[in-house]
């Protein structure tokens, strides 16, 4: 069974500095996309970076710049470095797969629980 266990969220000051980490575990055979999206009280679930194998990195104008994401594929592991954090940033980050595992191996999308960013001072 995958899983997609996320860490690092937090309290920050605007202008800090936060490292979202994302394991994805099971019997993994082929990762095709991992990313991020965000959510905030009242508001639509959203892309923030997603890195497609092989493709491209792609980001939300939102934050270009600031953020970048990054993936160590021998750990299925992806993470957002987020620099220069605004309040408008505060959301509940979720950490997005779509990969291929045994049992089934059908292309599949997974969603982490979630991890709470607060940008407040």
């Known amino acids: 069974q995958v899983q997609l266990v996320e860490s690092g969220g937090g309290l920050v000051q605007p202008g800090g500095s936060l490292r979202l980490s994302c394991a994805a575990s099971?019997?993994?055979?082929?990762?095709?996309?991992m990313g991020w999206y965000r959510q905030a009280p009242g508001n639509e679930r959203e892309l923030v970076a997603v890195?497609?194998?092989?493709?491209?990195?792609n980001y939300a104008d939102s934050v270009k710049g600031r953020f970048t994401i990054s993936r160590d594929n021998a750990k299925n592991t992806v993470y957002l470095q987020m620099n220069s954090l605004k309040p408008e940033d505060t959301a509940v980050y979720y950490c997005?797969?779509?990969?291929?595992?045994?049992?089934?191996?059908?292309?599949?999308?997974?969603w982490g629980q979630g991890t709470q960013v607060t940008v407040s001072s």
């Open positions: 099971g019997s993994i055979l082929s990762i095709n996309a």
């Open positions: 890195i497609i194998t092989g493709i491209s990195t």
């Open positions: 997005n797969a779509n990969l291929r595992a045994r049992p089934d191996i059908r292309l599949r999308e997974y």
